[in-house]
């Protein structure tokens, strides 16, 4: 008589990862996680610095803000894969002939590795003159400005929650000083409850405000993103 199948019909692939003596059980728990992601897998696979580069690719998809020529300033650009997708799609490098060619600033507290094609610069965003220099850096008033910026996590969600919204609202008031009319801002928030005054804020300054929650984005994670379009200068 045939062995009663176990009805999983094939070997479990999922990576297990053991409890290391010092390590935390949520630190376990992330590690495996991030070893069974497949945006992680795809990452490593196309040459992302980051599962994060995916956002911004299914962001850019659907509302094409990234566009040949476009003028971009990436906040709190580091590891740089946000850099990497928005080089190709605004044609930084001129590989695509007879389009125009786009120019993009990348700005960080830290050091991050070049990215053929962007701009980068150590710059405190929020210090007085930042907005200045950023034009100068750029050549002019921007196009789209980005954000995918986190506070160090505390641990409470709440405190967590009221300090990313506020590295959004300084990244919204650096955008409507170096904006062209017309321009895009797009952010990560988390849901909290507290987000109302950013979203009024941004439809006075904008003609279509939309909240999204992209594929990659953990389902888990209160993180979602707003898309601002049609800077009103």
């Given amino acids: 008589m045939a062995k009663k199948s176990s009805g999983r019909g094939q070997r479990d692939l999922t990576v297990k990862v053991k409890t290391a003596r010092g390590r935390k059980l949520s630190s376990t728990r992330w590690l495996q996680r991030q070893l069974n992601d497949p945006y992680v897998k795809r990452a490593q696979a196309e040459g992302y610095r980051g599962r994060a580069a995916f956002k911004i690719l299914e962001l850019d998809d659907k509302y094409r ?3 040949p020529g476009a003028r971009v300033v990436d906040l709190g650009c580091a590891p740089g894969g946000w850099l990497q997708v928005a080089v190709p799609r605004i044609n930084a490098l001129g590989e695509k002939k007879g389009k125009a060619i786009g120019r ?23 210090d007085e003159g930042a907005d200045d220099q950023v034009k100068a850096w750029l050549g002019g008033e921007a196009d789209v400005v980005l954000s995918d ?9 709440q405190t967590d929650h009221l300090r990313i919204i506020s590295l959004c609202e300084a990244a919204a008031y650096l955008a409507f000083d170096v904006l062209a009319e017309g321009g895009t801002f797009v952010a990560k928030v ?6 109302g005054e950013l979203q009024k804020l941004l439809k006075q300054k904008f003609t279509k405000v939309a909240n999204v929650k992209p594929p990659a984005s953990r389902a888990d ?13």
Avoid: C, N, W, Y
């Fill in 149 to 157: 910026m986190a506070a160090a996590s505390s641990g409470h969600k």
């Fill in 221 to 233: 994670s209160s993180e979602k993103f707003v898309v601002a379009m049609g800077f009103r200068g």
């Fill in 65 to 67: 803000f990234l566009t």
């Fill in 104 to 126: 993009i600033i990348g700005i960080d507290l830290q050091e991050v590795d070049p990215v053929p094609g962007a701009e980068i610069h150590q710059l405190d965003f929020m």
């Fill in 190 to 195: 988390l849901a909290g409850g507290t987000e």
